[in-house]
């Protein structure tokens, strides 16, 4: 660690031609404020499924080592030859990493928006935020409320304003309620809390009992359990009573897209009155937005025509509806930072316990319930 | 065969609930027009892959056997039990078959609409064409050209307007070209003819040098062979060359959906100027209007997140483009019949000789280049 904030450390990701990933950090200057930027010390960054992919990309992670000093870990892994084809547009470029973190800005430029940060707190998006500095736009800041902690704004961006996307599509493309998958993630639980609020019905898919309990917990109505036995029946009584026929996946891999079209299907033609060979008129619609399972998706196609698979993200997603809108969305996020929009995390670490085998071995399974937190600045 | 207009031979479908496919001709009185209806002789009927679906369901056709008579041939097969669920909607139904087709105006109700149209050759769609004789309205009626004969105005509506609402749907979401698969079909075939007169470009992908043979002599300037080892290369360099960013596929089940997107990123990364680890922000679109595999779909997700697959149906389309916009694609098949949108036949059956075990083992293979077309009037 750096005693002053003229250098400081920031994580990096990189791709080798020969398919080697590595991991390690790099002590770097801090890039000097122009006139409408500000230095802020990060303190927080949570550890997205949506880093992941630029962290350890489609490494396996299973023939993962260490080397390099405790206060300067390495850590290598193999990328299989299948995969090198999705990675080909990085290759061989040392790359930072960390969508989204909070900190407090202790350096400005000279204009009155950046000098009106000055020891404020601020949460950020925009990539390398695991790294001990950021020097970032004043107007890429959002200035937390008195009395909010880094950690606390460490994830006002991605999952916010995804479950706030998710029921924004679902409105706009003329739906009625909402299916969601991995529903007791962060991000789950979180899209609960927004229906619960605005009367959206909403499915949660779960894939064990522990996370259906921890839905109803946090007074979620309809949650189904993939695991369990009568899944597809459970499922498709549930979209009888919802209504539902646009869904959030973040699976992506095997069948369950598929299922979920298969079983709006169902329910939409249990109220139907003439049969027809194409299926219903009624458009069913999965976004995939995440890859939780890496196989590939899997369609039987016994849901009629009338359907759509894609993929989701919330950027373009932020710049289909426009600033104005976006605009709105962030501004609910501050209001409900500390009820609808709050985040918890399973472990809080340093940059160098990021990079150690045990933690890596965690947090790169994406497994529902475990949630990392770096503080860049927290000592190794 | 009836002596008289009175009654006439109807094929019919029934899946029974016992999961037995019987397929059957029956003896129906023809129903008397009303004021605004005629009674048409239907002498030309295809057989397209849209009316295999209700014809033999998701029947396995290794399993099929003739009973019955000459005259009145009963075929049977089997429905396998995983097929049950997407066909309970029309269990223990008889079902007419038989989308489209076109024959000579025999009797006609009372008013002047009606009345205009006796002894004239007309097209028609509205499902139950396998049959010698269809009651229809007369606004129903596509009244042929003078010198048109019921085989040539056979088949009017399904693939013309599929193909014409192919390069609609391109132009109306944004796209500059086109990819087609199982191309050397009798819609593809029509599909290059409207492409090169409308100067789209279209990148045709089939699935043996025959097929490319027969698409390299009407034209087609982009055919790639998925059979080929170096198909993702081909096909990714004639992405390239035209820019085609949605796809038409008639194969529907394994890999290939997938692999189209896939050749779409590739090409679009290849002018691609920083690396992005969600991929390139060009929506990459594949519609999925057959099922000629039915297999699963597979896809392996390697195009980044900007893409769709959905199913692509023509009257939910002409809906859409509503009744002004269809009547000009209607106005045009019309005009370019004997060119453009010629279909050619391998085979004339008759009602009796559709039900024959040789015949269905070659229509309902749906191998290109096999095109039946019906003659209910012919003798058996």
Redesign the interface.
Known sequence: MSADSKTGLQLRSLIKKSGELEISLLDIPTPEPSADEVVVRVEASPINPSDL??LIGAADMTTAKASGTKDAPVITAKVPEAAM??V???LD?S?PVGNEGAGVVIKTGTSEAAKALMGKTVAMIGGAMYAQYRTIGAGDCLVLPEGTTPAEGASCFVNPLTSLGMVETMRREGHKALVHTAAASNLGQMLNKICLKDGVALVNIVRSPQQSEILRKIGAKYVVDSTSPTFMDNLTNALVETGATIAFDAI??G?LA?QILACME?AI?KS?KV????GS?VHKQVY??G?LDLR???????F??????????LF?FLQKIGMADAFKLRQRVVAELKTTFASHYTQVVSLQEALQLSHIAVYAKRATGEKYLINPNKGG
Do not use: C, D, H, Q
């Not at 590939?296 to 016994?302: A, F, I, K």
């Not at 009629?304 to 993200?313: D, E, F, S, T, Y």
């Open positions: 992919g630029l084809r999705a080909a547009g990085r470029e790359m992506g891999g069948k598929g169902a033609n139907a049969y027809s060979r194409y008129s995939i937005y890859g590939p998706t899997e369609l039987n196609r016994t009629g025509m009338a359907w759509g698979v894609g993929g989701w993200l373009p």
